[in-house]
Nanobody, 119 residues
Framework: QVQLVESGGGLVQAGGSLRLSCAAS????????MGWYRQAPGKQRELVANISNDGSTNYSDSVKGRFTISRDNVKNTVYLQMNNLKPEDTAVYYC?????????????WGQGTQVTVSS
């Protein structure tokens, strides 16, 4: 059974920093992509950043230059370093992993962690 355990959310003032972690376990197949999404109240869930197993990264325009995604393939953990946080970054942040095996992709989501940025 795949488990994603997220940590690192909280309350921070604008301009501050937080680091999110997501540790994955129980996968049967290899992880090919790890990423972070967020959902603010009344809005759709959106991609924040993801990272492939070759290290290539993808960021939403709203976080470029402020957030950095990284992964530890030994620990099956993905991190999101968030700097210069803004009130509009307030949301529930979800970890997502994609595995590939037997010719198919499977996606798994974490439970979400709240990030609140005060002005």
């Amino acid at each position: 059974q795949v488990q994603l355990v997220e940590s690192g959310g909280g309350l921070v003032q604008a301009g501050g920093s937080l680091r999110l972690s997501c540790a994955a376990s129980g996968m049967r197949f290899s992880i090919v992509v790890m990423g972070w999404y967020r959902q603010a109240p009344g809005k759709q869930r959106e991609l924040v950043a993801n990272i492939s197993n070759d290290g290539s990264t993808n960021y939403s325009d709203s976080v470029k230059g402020r957030f950095t995604i990284s992964r530890d393939n030994v620990k099956n953990t993905v991190y999101l370093q968030m700097n210069n946080l803004k009130p509009e970054d307030t949301a529930v942040y979800y970890c997502k992993i994609t595995t590939r095996g037997l010719g198919s992709l499977k996606h798994y989501w974490g439970q979400g962690t709240q990030v609140t940025v005060s002005s």
